[in-house]
T-cell receptor, first 110, second 114 residues
Framework: EDKVVQSPLSLVVHEGDTVTLNCSYE??????LLWYKQEKKAPTFLFML????IEKKSGRLSSILDKKELFSILNITATQTGDSAIYLC??????????FGTGTRLQVFP | SAVISQKPSRDICQRGTSLTIQCQVD?????MFWYRQQPGQSLTLIAT?????????ESGFVIDKFPISRPNLTFSTLTVSNMSPEDSSIYLC???????????FGSGTRLTVV
C-alpha cells in the first residue's frame, strides 16, 4: 500500500531558528514529490521535486529529494512567525493522484 | 497554473441534509480530484472525476454518499449526502497544473454539520 510519512508531527520554535521537516515515502511508479504550506484551508504550492540530489530553493525555504533512500527534507532558515502553518508532503504516483502525508504543524513564536 | 474557484467557502448544515460544492477551473483539465480533510488530519482523496465517465472512488468512499458530476472539462461538483457530524471537514478540489507548479487547489469548503 502506498504511504507517505512525515516527521515530526509538531514542532515549536522561536523566530530565527532553522527547522528541518522530513518526508519518507513508499509508492509504486513514483512521479514527483511535492511540498505544500497550509495556513487556512487551501494548500499553497512550495516545491515539486522529481530528481535526486537537486536542491530547490525559494528564499528561506529549500528542499531536496533522495530517490534511493525514498525521502525528502524541507528546510526553513531564519524562521518567522509567518512561517507558522501545517507543511504537507505529497507524492504523485503513476495514477496521477496525490498521496498526502500526515503533515507537520510548525509554530514559530517571537 | 490553473485557477480554481470553489464555493461555498463555508457552510453549517443540519444532519440528514445534503450540500453540493462547486469547482470552476479557468482552463480545460482532464481530471479533477476531490479531497476531504477531517479536523486535525491530512488530506484524503475521495474520488477522481473525469469528464464523460463516472468518477473513480477511493476505498472507503461510495457514490451514494459523495455523488460527483463532471459535465464539462472546466467544472465539477461534489455532493455530501445525508450528512452527519462526522462529515464535518474541509473539502477541496484540485487539478494538475501544467508546468512546474504541481497540483493546484481550490480555496476549500469548510463544512460543519450540526
Amino acid at each position: 500500500e502506498d504511504k507517505v510519512v512525515q516527521s515530526p508531527l509538531s514542532l515549536v520554535v522561536h523566530e530565527g531558528d532553522t527547522v528541518t521537516l522530513n518526508c519518507s515515502y513508499e509508492v509504486t511508479n513514483f512521479r514527483s514529490l511535492l511540498w505544500y504550506k497550509q495556513e487556512k484551508k487551501a494548500p499553497t504550492f512550495l516545491f515539486m521535486l522529481t530528481s535526486s540530489g537537486i536542491e530547490k530553493k525559494s528564499g528561506r525555504l529549500s528542499s531536496i529529494l533522495d530517490k534511493k533512500e525514498l525521502f525528502s527534507i524541507l528546510n526553513i532558515t531564519a524562521t518567522q512567525t509567518g512561517d507558522s502553518a501545517i507543511y504537507l508532503c505529497a507524492v504523485s504516483s503513476g495514477t496521477d493522484k496525490l498521496i498526502f502525508g500526515t503533515g507537520t504543524r510548525l509554530q514559530v513564536f517571537p | 497554473s490553473a485557477v480554481i474557484s470553489q464555493k461555498p467557502s463555508r457552510d453549517i448544515c443540519q444532519r440528514g441534509t445534503s450540500l453540493t460544492i462547486q469547482c470552476q477551473v479557468d482552463s480545460q483539465v482532464t481530471m479533477m480530484f476531490w479531497y476531504r480533510q477531517q479536523p486535525g488530519q491530512s488530506l484524503t482523496l475521495i474520488a477522481t472525476a473525469n469528464q464523460g465517465s463516472e468518477a473513480t472512488y477511493e476505498s472507503g468512499f461510495v457514490i451514494d454518499k459523495f455523488p460527483i458530476s463532471r459535465p464539462n472539462l472546466t467544472f465539477s461538483t461534489l455532493t455530501v449526502s445525508n450528512m452527519s457530524p462526522e462529515d464535518s471537514s474541509i473539502y477541496l478540489c484540485s487539478v494538475e497544473s501544467w508546468g512546474k507548479s504541481g497540483y493546484t487547489f481550490g480555496s476549500g469548503t469548510r463544512l460543519t454539520v450540526v
